[in-house]
Every structure is written in C-alpha cells, then in structure tokens.
C-alpha cells in the first residue's frame, strides 16, 4: 500500500528539444549500444581462444576470430553511420534548446505562454507562443553555417536560399503543415477560431525575406522575434491568452501519461 506520492500534481510540460533528447538516446542505447556490445563479446572469445590454442588447449580460435572481424567491420559501418545521424540530431536539439532558453524570457511579458515539443500525428512542433498578439508556432532549423564569409538565408515565400543554395520548399510545406494541424487542434480543444502565425528560425543565420514573399510565413533570426511581435496588432484577451494555454497544457500532459 502506498503511503507517499509525488508532491507534483500535474507532470511537467515537455521541454525543448525533448523530441531529439529522446531519438538521441534511442539512437545510442537500441542502435549503436548493442553492436558495440556485442563486438567486445566476440573480442573475448577470440582472446580466449587465442590462449587456449597457445597453450595447446583445443579448440582452434579461428571461428570465433572471423566472426569477430566480421562483426566488428559491421559495428564500425553501423558506428560512422550513426555517429553522422547523432551529428545531426544534436545540432538540431542544440537550436531548439538555444530558441527555447530565448523564448523563455517572453514568459514575463504582458502574460505570454511559451511551450515547447508539443507532438503531433508523427511529428512534433519545437515552440508555441501563445500571447494577445496571437498565437506562434516556431520551428527551429539549425543548419550549419561557413566559418568564414557570408551566413545568409532569403526566403521569397517559395523556396530557402542558404548563401545562394537552393533548399526548396520542403521546410515550408512542413510548417504549413504544422499550423493547419495546431489550427484545428486549438479549434478542437477550445470551441474557439484564433490567428496562428508560422515562424521559421534560423539560429546564427543572417535571414532575409524579400519583397515577393506572400506565403505568410516569417523566416528570421530568433533574435529579430520580439520586433516583429511588437509590431503585431492586439488580436487575443488575456483571457483568449490563457484559455488557449490551459487546454494546450491539458492536451500535452494527456499525451504524457
């Protein structure tokens, strides 16, 4: 019979970066971890046999040394193909933490809700902003960036040019993607119809939007947020502000438990 409990009444909400956090420790503990163990394994069998047969003690070490050679050939394939996908995922973690620490010092101002790794149907949105200028969803996109010269990204509503690198539209039809689905969820859960406007930061990264763009989709620097928001209309009560974070802190604890 339990005599204590938590002294937490509600779980606490997802951090930023959790999503990566938690595909980081699956690459390492399901992938990477039983290769690398079962390499050493074979090792072992192989040193053992190697003594044995030194020593005139049958059986012959060579099975167990081809199939450790093999393995271990297999394991480091696997090591340098999961070394460059953890590469990846920490860089991606790392933005999405470095733009959540920054939102977080939003919290304060004029009662503005930040949430972060809020999951979806097999997706999930890095950053919420939820203030009576609107409702913003923010997905992070850490590329990495010379060490010399220019760090620049246009964006013209269609496609990403990274320092005149052509990117496409596959970032954009993400985030399309995300807002309609944050839409109708905040419809679902509320009763209520709100304005959603998607950003998409780039941390480091000088940003331009050109004079064509007319997708309604920001691309900036995070740092250029607060100037954007500040220009924005009153379009949200402090009560819309925090009927929409409520049900939003319910939904995402719901998927918790």
């Known amino acids: 019979m339990k005599t204590k409990k938590s002294p937490l009444k509600d779980k606490p909400l997802r951090h930023a970066g959790q999503s990566l956090d ?18 050493l394994t074979l090792i072992l069998f192989a040193v053992f046999e190697w003594y044995r047969w030194y020593t005139h003690v049958p059986p012959s070490p060579w099975i167990f040394t081809i ?5 271990t050939g297999f394991t480091v394939y696997k090591s340098i193909n999961i070394r460059s996908q953890l ?19 939003f919290r304060s101002a004029n009662g503005i809700k930040v949430f972060h790794d809020i999951k979806g149907d097999n997706f999930n949105i890095d950053h919420v902003v939820v203030s009576t200028k609107g409702i913003y969803i923010i997905e992070t996109k850490s590329h990495s960036k010379p060490t010399k010269g220019k760090a620049e990204i246009l964006f ?46 780039f941390p480091g990264w000088f940003v331009k939007m050109t004079n064509t763009n007319d997708s ?29 974070s409520n049900h939003l802190s319910r939904y995402i ?4 438990k």
């Open 253 to 256: 604890r719901s998927l918790e």
């Open 22 to 39: 938690e595909e980081i420790n699956h690459l390492i503990e399901n992938e990477a971890t039983p290769y690398i163990s079962a390499t």
């Open 87 to 105: 590469k990846n995922l920490r860089l991606g973690r790392d933005g999405e933490k470095a733009v959540g620490q920054y939102l977080e010092s």
């Open 216 to 244: 309604g989709i920001w691309a900036l620097n995070p740092r250029g947020l607060p100037t954007f928001l500040n220009n924005q209309p009153e379009v949200m009560s402090l009560e819309d502000v925090q009927l929409v």
């Open 67 to 71: 199939m450790a050679l093999l393995l």
């Open 156 to 201: 013209d509503g269609k496609r990403l040019l990274f320092n005149g690198a052509d990117y496409g539209d596959r970032i954009i039809i993400q985030v399309k993607a995300e807002t309609k689905w944050l839409s109708e969820l905040v419809e679902e859960i509320t009763a209520r119809s709100f304005p959603i406007q998607p950003v998409i930061a």
